[in-house]
């Protein structure tokens, strides 16, 4: 398929599929279709792979992670002690965030109890809480 199909299918804007092989995350093959200019011709497997950096970036990972991650299993490099090290790692970064994402949702629900309530005695102080 070429990039417009291919962007199609995956939900991805053509802007960001040109940006995601610039930036080696996609591969697609070269090829001619009856004339002289060459296309981009995109399989089955590189709407997988664009739906997994788009799942990877949900994740939190960065594009050079994914990047790095996918350059493995491309060369044969990942192992199942490279998989549970990568996973571990991504939980941690994930278990950290959502840390800090629930004492931000603590200090601003206190603040809106507190507003709601007239504005009583002090506000909450946003030092009191560690993010």
């Avoid at 840390?99 to 601003?108: D, K, M, R």
């Amino acid at each position: 398929m070429l990039i417009s199909e291919f962007a199609s299918h995956t939900g991805l804007p053509v802007d960001t599929v040109r940006f995601y092989i610039s930036k080696g995350l996609l591969h697609p093959t070269r090829g001619t279709t009856g004339g002289s200019r060459s296309y981009q011709i995109f399989s089955a497997e590189d709407v997988t792979a664009a739906r997994m950096i788009r799942l990877q970036q949900s994740l939190g990972y960065s594009l050079r992670e994914i990047a790095a991650l996918n350059a493995e299993y491309r060369h044969g490099k990942r192992s199942m002690a490279r998989t549970i090290q990568v996973l571990r790692k991504q939980i941690a970064t994930l278990e950290e965030k959502q840390q800090s994402v629930a004492v931000a949702l603590t200090f601003l629900k206190e603040k809106l109890s507190w507003v709601e309530a007239g504005s009583p005695g002090e506000a909450p102080n946003v030092d009191d809480y560690y993010c």
